[in-house]
């Protein structure tokens, strides 16, 4: 008989993020397979009776690919496991979960998605940022800026993102962050708009940048801004206000 796979999001990093559901059947998991987003804290609290599965280590030091995670998801599944597919933040927010979906169903195995708290949005409001305010935004857009902005085939709709008033959240932006305030000045959205960069969210160690679409991408190579971060463009980043402690505890 066939095991059963859940999907799972830890949110933003933290233990005290991780949804009851996340936690039932984390503990209960024959097999995890994971990747290093959820962060120390939760990946130290995995079951150690389980079979689990550094997606970014395996047999040695071989970053798995996806079609490689997702083969040995529907393996462990095919031999009657219970298998978790842990991912950082909620599993369908750029984590490829969706994907795995499709693999899973296609494979004729049960599925059971549990969603997390994406740090899309519980990164910036950890450090007073709300993405939408009565004041400053009525919409929120979420990007990823890992697709190479200049290709020509972009996903992207340089133009349409510059002219939206609303909120622009990145994932995975550090690397392009040039690249992407370039685009949206030279697109027409205005060289004066805050963004915000926060480094390691929920973490002890998690740090504000701040600067405009202008200014920031230098700064952050000042301040050597690495990832995992999030990028938010908009008018609620004048919101931040470092004198106040933050909003969550460590
Ligand atoms: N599914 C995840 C996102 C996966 S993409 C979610 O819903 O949060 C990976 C990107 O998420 C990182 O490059 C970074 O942009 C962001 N990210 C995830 N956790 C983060 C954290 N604790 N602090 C800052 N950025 C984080």
């Not at 795995?100 to 990164?123: F, K, N």
């Not at 685009?183 to 940048?209: C, H, M, W, Y």
Request: net charge negative; aromatic share 4%.
């Amino acid at each position: 008989m066939n095991g059963k796979v859940f999907i799972v999001g830890s949110g933003p990093g933290s233990e005290g993020m991780l949804t009851q559901r996340a936690r039932e059947v984390i503990d209960a998991a024959e097999v995890v397979l994971y990747d290093q987003l959820p962060g120390e804290e939760i990946l130290s609290s995995l079951p150690e009776d389980a079979e689990l599965i550094d997606c970014g280590k395996y047999g040695g030091n071989h970053t798995l690919e996806q079609d490689e995670i997702e083969a040995l998801i529907v393996d462990r599944a095919r031999v009657g496991k219970q298998v978790v597919r842990l991912k950082g933040g909620d599993p369908f927010m750029f984590g490829r979960g969706g994907e795995e979906l499709e693999t899973i169903r296609q494979a004729g195995i049960e599925a059971e998605l549990v969603p997390g708290i994406t740090s899309a949005i519980a990164v910036p409001a950890s450090v007073g940022i709300p993405l939408t305010h009565r004041r400053f935004a009525s919409q929120v857009t979420i990007m990823t800026g890992h697709e190479d902005p200049t290709k020509p085939e972009s996903a992207l709709d340089w133009s349409l993102l510059a002219r939206s008033r609303g909120t622009i959240v990145i994932l995975m932006g550090v690397k392009n962050l040039s690249k992407i305030t370039g685009l949206l000045v030279k697109n027409g959205r205005s060289g004066t708009t805050p963004v915000a960069i926060i480094e390691r969210g929920f973490r002890a160690d998690q740090r504000v940048t701040v600067g405009t679409l202008e200014d920031i991408g230098e700064k952050a190579v000042v301040a050597g801004v690495k990832p995992p971060a999030v990028i938010v463009i908009g008018d609620v980043v004048t919101l931040y206000d470092p004198a106040y402690p933050p909003l969550i505890p460590f």
